[in-house]
């Protein structure tokens, strides 16, 4: 480092006044500690669509405390703060000796890019085999076979057979082929595959130690939200996780928002306990909360009371637009050399991040995005109105139990006129 | 149609910078025609002088096949979008909340078409967007600025 002369004033290292709340921005930075991460977290206090009722974490980790093998839904649009909400019912559920939790995103056991049964409940059994032996010690044998079984199940194995193909064999034309007769009684839900069936064998003989000293298992499975399309989602609950029902372990699951609006209505009909996360209120004279996750991340020493609004407000309640918008603008006001975060600096983050949204929109939806903010009318019914809600260009709202969507301000921002 | 603001290699090196090499962040870059490969040479020399720190480039097409390795040494990645794939596209669509969770910076460099594909297809990966630029040249506006 070069020394000062005698005089020279020190430069101020301006990383150091932007790079600290960079970092509590970034909720995925690994310079956080948990300790430091968990500060920053702002609980909700109550439930977002209704302030009677308590905070969905809590609800969750009520039902799970109370009612072992109940499995529960969380929906909610992109960056809408599900992963907070269940690392807060995790945070709480901790609190038990007895509790058993495995949080799994579905990134980590699947790719998603076609329907796999029976990888998710895998991963919960290898998780669970994971979670015996380090409470319970070494487990019996069967146990470790039935692990051994379903890690191969799971991962896959090699082996090597004799090759006994004998063509003769269809020569006499003594074959079989298998007709299904579809019966008149159609049921609820379609039989579990063979396999998701003899995985779920498997995961009542790992379960079987925990549940012998009675303890409360909960399985949280963050991610599933990211699969979009409802049937997808559809498939996962109706084979892995009817697999786990009647085994007393309890599952909370992310949804995807299309399910939410889903005319099926499969969320309510599947699941006991379903909420819901629309966008956070944006009006600091309804809620403070907004606010308070910026000025929690020390926002209030780096701008005016005048731009923290302003975040908040383009932000449309999304939480992770709001941490963006901040961290944009901060990047912009250190390119500019500057030591504060100006008005000027948050505008042109809220235009980026309309610029983003209005990447992609074509004729059909421009239409249907200023429909919504001309005549506030706004259907989530066809393929192009379920996309902008999707891709969050639409939000939902729900204020004092009415429900109402809006376009996404920092879009507004940039929404070319109409030719 | 889309306008982004415009950064050059040494103005986004300078922002990778002030937020930390090992604070995890995700980069759209847009950048057409010939100065792809400039823009490629100039993040290469920022990031080393920069940052003390290497860049290691990939193309889409290289990443379908082997994949993106995992990283931990602070290193930054770039990925330049040479064909639009969208096999790729949605697997990091999907997989967005896991790219860069053992830390470091990912940069994904395409033409404006591409891009526009991108922000309106993978609607997760663009909510994990930390800025989207369109990148020039430094030489575009004029001497290394000091």
Redesign the interface.
């Known amino acids: 480092m070069a020394q000062l002369t005698k005089g020279e004033a020190a430069t101020p290292d301006?990383?150091q006044i932007?790079?600290p709340f960079?970092?509590r921005l970034?909720s995925?930075?690994?310079?956080n500690s948990v300790a430091e991460r968990n500060s920053l977290i702002v609980s909700p206090k109550s439930d977002p669509r209704d302030p009677d009722q308590p905070a969905i974490h809590e609800a969750f980790a009520t039902t799970a405390e109370l009612n072992r093998g109940v499995q529960m839904a969380l929906v909610g649009g992109?960056?809408s703060g599900e992963t907070t909400e269940l690392l807060l019912t995790l945070g709480r559920l901790k609190s038990h000796d007895d509790a058993v939790n495995v949080f799994l995103?579905a990134?980590?056991f699947t790719?998603?890019?076609e329907t796999n049964p029976g990888a998710m409940l895998s991963a919960i059994g290898l998780n669970l085999f994971a979670q015996s032996n380090k409470r319970l010690g070494k487990a019996s044998e069967e146990v470790q076979s039935a692990a051994v079984k379903l890690r191969e199940l799971a991962l896959g194995k090699t082996e090597w057979h004799d090759q006994d193909y004998d063509s003769s064999d269809y020569a006499d034309g003594d074959y079989r082929v298998q007709v299904h007769v579809p019966g008149l009684m159609k049921p609820r839900f379609p039989e579990l595959k063979e396999r998701v069936a003899e995985i779920g064998d498997l995961l009542t003989a790992i379960l079987s130690p925990m549940l012998e000293r009675d303890s409360q298992i909960t399985v949280i499975v963050d991610?599933l939200d990211?699969?979009?399309e409802p049937t997808r989602f559809r498939e996962f609950a109706e084979q892995d996780l009817r697999a786990v029902r009647g085994k007393r372990v309890t599952m909370i699951v992310a949804a995807p928002l299309l399910m939410w609006y889903d005319d099926s209505r499969f969320l309510q009909d599947y699941f006991d306990v379903v909420r819901h996360i629309p966008a956070a209120e944006t009006d600091p004279k309804e809620s403070g909360f907004l606010k308070e996750i910026l000025k929690r991340r020390g926002a209030n020493k780096l701008m005016s009371a005048a731009s923290i609004n302003d975040i908040c407000q383009f932000s449309g309640g999304?939480l992770?637009?709001l941490l963006?918008l901040a961290?944009?603008a901060a990047?912009y006001a250190?390119?500019d050399s500057g030591d504060r975060i100006e008005h000027r600096h948050v505008q042109?983050a809220i235009?980026?991040l309309g610029?983003?949204y209005?990447?992609?929109?074509g004729g059909t939806r421009r239409r249907l995005i200023r429909r919504l903010i001309r005549d506030k009318q706004f259907w989530p019914h066809s393929a192009e109105s379920k996309d902008l809600l999707?891709?969050?260009q639409v939000l939902e709202y729900s204020r004092h139990g009415r429900d109402y969507f809006l376009v996404h301000p920092a879009l507004i921002q940039?929404l070319p006129e109409p030719a | 149609?889309?306008?982004?603001?415009e950064v050059t290699p040494f103005?986004l090196v300078?922002?990778l910078?002030?937020?930390?090499t090992?604070?995890?962040?995700i980069y759209l870059l847009i950048c057409d025609g010939p100065s792809v490969l400039e823009i490629e040479q100039d993040l290469s020399t920022e990031t080393e002088v920069q940052l003390g720190t290497v860049i290691r480039i990939s193309t889409a097409s290289e990443v379908l096949r082997d994949g993106l390795p995992a990283w931990d040494d602070g290193s930054t990645r770039l990925i330049y979008f040479d064909r639009w794939l969208p096999?790729l596209v949605?697997?990091m669509?999907?997989?967005?909340?896991?790219l860069?969770?053992d830390?470091g910076q990912l940069l994904m460099l395409a033409d404006k078409k591409f891009?526009?594909?991108l922000?309106?297809?993978a609607?997760?990966l663009?909510?994990?967007?930390?800025?989207?630029f369109q990148i020039i040249p430094d030489k575009s506006l004029g001497a290394r600025p000091a």
């Open positions: 301006r990383r932007f790079r960079l970092e970034n995925i930075s690994p310079n992109i960056g995103d990134a980590e790719d998603f890019s991610g990211r699969l979009i999304v992770r637009d963006e961290q944009s990047q250190y390119l042109a235009r980026q610029n983003r209005l990447a992609g929109v999707v891709n969050r940039v | 149609m889309m306008e982004f603001e103005r300078r922002s910078g002030v937020s930390g090992r604070n995890p962040a096999k949605a697997a669509d999907r997989h967005s909340a896991l860069v969770q830390g891009a526009e594909r922000l309106g297809g609607p997760n663009r909510s994990r967007l930390a800025d989207v």
